[in-house]
């Protein structure tokens, strides 16, 4: 099956995730940017001339172009943090959908990421489970063909009871539900064929 591709154009997926992933790389820079404004005023006022310049027009000066600075990093580090937790709230969007799709019994699907998504060790996994499934269910499926056939042998047979009829039938029936609640990728196939 050819990966399909998928472009989301909604980069805020998961809103609460993304918004606290945003907020503690906003007060991160913060306090980042607030040592490095508190460092360099300290090397400013005190180490390289308090004597040259008036303390107060340095100080202002200093603290205006690193507001700006702080400001424009912050700024920059947002984006940064809505992009990089969109790559991991837009799988955990997929994956959440295709456990809906699957607990609706549809395991024919297969989950396919983009390419700098993360996660992907996840993707993998669990196609290789749904894979997993569809050969167990397929075969369930045979074993259930297997015991309706034996079933309509020997209720062709003619020394059996009304009772024995009505057990066979019903068991006839079970056998064609075993699996049947399931789609696998082979239903899909015999559906295109026919």
């Known amino acids: 099956m050819p990966q399909q591709k998928f472009k989301r154009r909604n980069y805020f997926i998961a809103p609460k995730f993304q918004g606290a992933h945003m907020a503690s790389f906003a007060v991160f820079a913060l306090i980042t940017g607030a040592v490095i404004f508190a460092v360099a005023l300290y090397l400013f006022l005190y180490e390289f001339g308090p004597h040259r310049v008036s303390q107060q027009v340095i100080s202002r000066r200093i603290l205006y172009d690193f507001l700006w600075i702080i400001a424009a990093v912050a700024a920059v580090g947002l984006f940064r943090a809505l992009f990089t937790s969109h790559r991991v709230a837009g799988p955990v969007f997929r994956f959440r959908r295709s456990c809906k799709d699957m607990a609706g019994g549809n395991l024919s699907l297969r989950i396919y990421l983009r390419k700098k998504d993360k996660m992907k060790d996840l993707m993998d996994d669990m196609n290789a489970a749904l894979d997993s499934m569809c050969g167990f269910i397929t075969k369930d499926r045979e074993k ?20 024995l009829d009505g057990r066979l039938a019903r068991i006839t029936e079970l056998a064609r539900e075993i699996g049947q609640a399931f789609t696998l990728p082979s239903d899909l196939e015999k559906g295109k064929a026919e």
């Not at 259930?144 to 009772?163: F, H, M, N, Y």
């Open 144 to 163: 259930g063909a297997e015991i309706g056939a034996i079933c309509e042998e020997l209720g062709k047979q003619s020394d059996r009871g009304p009772e």
